[in-house]
């Protein structure tokens, strides 16, 4: 039912990682998004149908600064596809998973995204995403406007 989507890396410098992926991957990144409510810049790489996700805290107070001065950089996440991210936060909910949001969020990639606590998940801090609709991006863009 889940497909993984991606797999989050914690980094101090993407300056650094960024090459340091290039080489492993034998590919550049596609792409660098900031996602400001998060205090990330995200760099994306294509593996496969899945993705790598490198994340660079830019402020001290960025869960990825707080992760790295824990346990130093490594792997943060794993995210899961999912079609319908509302309903899975209800199933997930009713299975006792403590999820750490109420409502889904935008995350980086045109997702909405949603983050369960490691402690449900046996220390791993787990994502969910879906794609936004492009329906529901007109109509943001419509209100902007
Ligand atoms: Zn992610």
């Avoid at 889940?2 to 090459?19: F, M, N, R, W």
């Avoid at 080489?23 to 205090?39: M, N």
Wanted: charged letters at 25%; glycine letters at 6%; a negative charge.
């Amino acid at each position: 039912m889940y497909t993984v989507e991606h797999i989050g890396i914690a980094v101090k410098s993407l300056e650094q990682s960024d090459p340091l992926f290039s080489r492993l991957l034998d590919a550049s990144p596609y792409k660098h998004e900031e996602v400001l409510e998060q205090g990330v810049i995200t760099s994306f790489f294509q593996a496969g149908q899945a993705k790598i996700e490198l994340l660079e805290a830019t402020h001290p107070d960025s869960p990825i600064a707080k992760f790295i001065d824990r346990k130093g950089e490594g792997i943060h996440h794993i995210a899961f596809e999912v079609k319908d991210i509302r309903a899975e936060m209800q199933r997930l909910k009713e299975e006792g998973f403590q999820l750490l949001q109420e409502e889904p969020s935008i995350g980086a990639d045109n997702k909405w995204v949603c983050f369960i606590h490691p402690r449900s998940a046996n220390g791993v801090l787990i994502e969910i995403c879906q794609t936004i609709p492009e329906t529901e991006l007109t109509v943001k863009h419509g209100l902007d406007l």
